[in-house]
């Protein structure tokens, strides 16, 4: 049988993106809202991408635990849970967000486009939680000044880093995605010495070179951010945006990391904000501060294009196309230019 279709996560860095967090508003007529809107957003995403085919529009579509709970019952996906607020020396909130609309293109016009039909298929079944359009800042730097997301995997290992395999058959072909927005002290991180940012991030500024291990200290960003176990490195996506509000005078990182299983963005978020020993901070927080955290799960194209608007159920969940053997979700691939980025052939490998 041919394995689901995933959803577009490892697509090509663009320069432009919409972060749109949405809740599900109360009642039966609400939920079927959005169910009929799952096998929609393909064709939604076609019709707007078309325009411009060298745009390269793309759109991720994912569901918080409380979300899913409430459209699809069980079968679950297994890590699929709350975000999990961390208390360290900083604080990593949690805030609510029922569906996750990742929307990337090289135009920001083609994203905007986008966000704007699906806000309007959706209409008053939803509340906007929150919206964060992210630029491409330079050579992929952030605003405070380093260049982001340069371990990121690529080609093959971005795919065994993001997409789920016969860890839970059931939904192979998904992936769980977390989501923080940060805003920056500008003034108070323009006041340190460049050599004294060097060593928090653990890179150089201008030229983009790790720090040798004997001058970077184990509190530096990416130290703390580099997760091995058993002896292998454990690796996540990341598709982080600049955003920012010059006369609020507001400028942030939009975090987005994806990853196969969520515990091991969790870790690093752990080690960020509690230190690894406890104590050994990220001193990056001391000039970021985290105002959003959610935790989502992506399903497959597969599983979204066959959603009906009928209510899930424990005791229906077996013959509603959510089977819980490995075999659910199989589908051929949909044509070019839909959600799917091509079937998967098997080669993805176990943690």
């Not at 955003?243 to 196969?260: H, L, N, P, Q, S």
């Amino acid at each position: 049988m041919p394995s689901a279709v995933p959803q577009p996560v490892v697509a090509q860095l663009t320069r432009a993106a919409i972060f749109l967090v949405v809740t599900i508003k109360p009642g039966p007529e609400c939920d079927g809202v959005v169910r009929n809107f799952c096998a929609d957003l393909a064709a939604l995403l076609r019709a707007v991408g078309f325009r411009d085919l060298e745009g390269r529009l793309s759109c991720i579509m994912a569901f918080g635990s409380e979300a899913w709970d409430r459209l699809f019952g069980e079968p679950k996906p297994k890590e699929l849970h709350p975000f999990r607020e961390i208390h360290g020396r900083h604080h990593a909130v949690a805030t609510p967000g029922d569906i996750l609309f990742h929307i990337r293109s090289t135009r920001m016009d083609l994203c905007f486009e986008l966000a704007t039909q699906i806000m309007s298929r959706l209409g008053d079944a939803v509340s906007t939680a929150d919206e964060v359009h992210g630029f491409n800042y330079f050579d992929d730097r952030d605003l405070i000044g380093f260049v982001d997301g340069t371990e990121n995997p690529v080609e093959q290992a971005a795919i065994d880093a993001t997409i789920i395999g016969q860890e839970d058959a059931a939904f192979a072909g998904g992936s769980y995605v977390i989501v923080q927005k940060y805003l920056h002290d500008m003034k108070r991180w323009n006041e340190l010495p460049i050599e004294a940012q060097e060593k928090i991030i653990g890179r150089t500024k201008l030229s983009d070179v790790e720090l040798d291990d004997a001058v970077k200290p184990t509190s530096a960003h990416n130290a703390l951010t580099t997760i091995v176990e058993n002896g292998e490195q454990l690796e996540i996506l990341r598709d982080n945006m600049p955003f920012g509000d010059v006369g609020k005078g507001e400028f942030g990182t939009y975090f987005i990391g994806y990853a196969r299983s969520p515990r091991r963005i969790e870790q690093m978020l752990v080690n960020m904000f509690v230190g690894r020993p406890p104590g050994n901070y990220d001193r990056l927080l001391d000039f970021s501060r985290a105002v959003t955290g959610t935790l989502f799960f992506v399903p497959s194209a597969t599983f979204l294009e066959d959603v009906t608007s009928a209510a899930a159920s424990p005791a229906d969940s077996s013959a509603d196309g959510r089977k819980t053997d490995d075999t659910s979700q199989a589908k051929m691939p949909p044509p070019d230019g839909s959600l799917g980025i091509g079937s998967l052939k098997g080669e993805i490998g176990h943690e």
